[in-house]
């Protein structure tokens, strides 16, 4: 629990933040399936894209490694987009794959290995919203953890990643949230680039 | 007046440049008596877009040992900048019959170029818990450091390789571990292990 982040304990406050979040801009499928009796229109979606991969070490804003032994980092890679047919709001693809190694990163212990297919594809709603090179994406994925069973259907949210500069380490950031697990605690993680680069595209006629 | 529309189509042409770039990540490659061996490859599409390349487990007798091998290239080239960074992580990691053993092997690269500039670097790259002929490794490892391994050969610790020419590509190959195999007796070298080589490019 090493500068009071990302592990296990954030709890049912989190879960009605997340709905709340997804609620706010009709971001996720289950926010269009509520929608009953309101005659559907164009649907739209954001005119940008994200890559991005790398490492990510201390909670924002401090910067730098941790010392190798607390095994306290994880590793990325991400590409989202918009959906190109966009058949709902801010609907989205593309793909995660997050990998920590904490120990205590979760219920299980003992590091874990994410991939997440993602569903929907925003602005954010946090305080990033201001920031025009920011993205929220969000779907569902598998965790494999390095102790017990796979988990299958996870929900996963970026609640922001940040194409703040060239290069990006130590200036580009990103905050996963990945859960609830099964005793309703959810792992996350915010933090600046230790290594890596996430870039922000605006979408042109043919991509 | 010439020099004013010559500036402009400067600008034009650099607004509306091709980029290209590449990434390529995998855990390990071993080549020892003309038989090699390489666990998955994540290959970056020329468009951009991901890739990966996973195993749970992954050995050549005598030569390397690892577990949770998980590679991730990921990329993009766009109108005004173009990136790619890749990604490769290992766990228990043992080397060349144990001379080099490792909690964690991570190798991060990443390359960017915009339309008048563009770098790329290896930062993140590191181990957990490194040992080195019995001896831990507490401290960052410099680039390219070399140690030798007796009755081995010789090893090259974060091997960092840049490519481009700085001015409209840029690149980097970094192998957190390098073994060159070497006979015992003529110093000749037959054959290498790699263990954590992430690359990446770009260009104008």
Not at chain 1, 31 to 53: D, E, H, M, W, Y
Not at chain 1, 81 to 88: L, M
Not at chain 2, 86 to 105: C, F, K, M, R
Request: aromatic share 6%; net charge negative; charged share 10%.
């Amino acid at each position: 629990m090493n500068n009071g982040r990302h592990l296990a304990s954030t709890l049912g406050a989190l879960a009605a933040v997340l709905v709340a979040a997804a609620c706010q801009d009709g971001a996720s499928p289950t926010a269009q399936s509520i929608t009953a009796g309101v005659k559907p229109g164009p649907s739209s979606c954001v005119n940008f894209r994200l890559t991005g991969g790398g490492r990510v070490d201390k909670l924002e804003p401090a910067t730098g490694k941790n010392p190798p032994a607390s095994h306290d980092y994880a590793t990325f890679g991400f590409q989202a987009r918009p959906d190109r047919n966009c058949p709902f709001d801010n609907a989205g693809s593309g793909n995660i794959e997050w990998n920590e190694h904490l120990d205590a990163s979760f219920i299980y212990g003992g590091g874990f290995a994410f991939h997440g297919t993602v569903t929907f594809f925003s602005t954010p709603v946090d305080g990033t919203q201001t920031n025009p090179q920011c993205g929220r994406f969000g779907g569902t994925g598998r965790l494999n953890p390095r102790s017990g069973n796979t988990l299958e259907n996870l929900p996963f949210e970026v609640r922001h990643a940040c194409d703040v500069a060239e290069p990006g380490v130590q200036q580009d950031h990103i905050y996963i949230v990945i859960g609830p697990f099964a005793d309703g605690s959810f792992y996350s993680r915010h933090s600046l680039l230790t290594g890596g680069n996430i870039q922000w595209h605006r979408l042109t006629g043919n991509n | 007046m010439t020099l004013k529309i010559l500036l402009a189509l400067t600008l034009l042409a650099g607004a509306v440049q091709a980029q290209s770039v590449t990434g390529q990540a995998f855990g390990t490659y071993v080549n020892v008596a003309g038989t090699t061996s390489q666990s998955p490859v994540a290959t970056l599409p020329s468009t951009g877009g991901m890739a990966t390349g996973m195993s749970d487990a992954f050995g050549v007798p005598g030569s390397v040992d690892a577990k949770a091998l998980n590679a991730v290239t990921t990329g993009d080239v766009g109108n005004k900048k173009s990136g790619a960074q890749s990604t490769s992580e290992l766990e228990n990691v043992s080397v060349a019959g144990g001379a080099i053993t490792a909690d964690v092997v991570t190798a991060v690269t990443a390359s960017y170029a915009g339309q008048f500039t563009g770098g790329a670097g290896g930062d993140g790259s590191g181990f957990v818990n490194l040992v080195v002929n019995g001896v831990a490794i507490t401290t960052d490892v410099a680039p390219n450091t070399r140690v030798d391994l007796p009755g081995v050969g010789y090893a090259v610790l974060n091997e960092q390789t840049p490519m481009g020419d700085g001015v409209t590509s840029w690149g980097i190959t970094v192998n957190m571990v390098h073994v060159f195999l070497q006979d015992a007796l003529t110093g000749l070298n037959t054959g290498e292990i790699i263990v954590g080589s992430a690359s990446s490019s770009v260009a104008n």
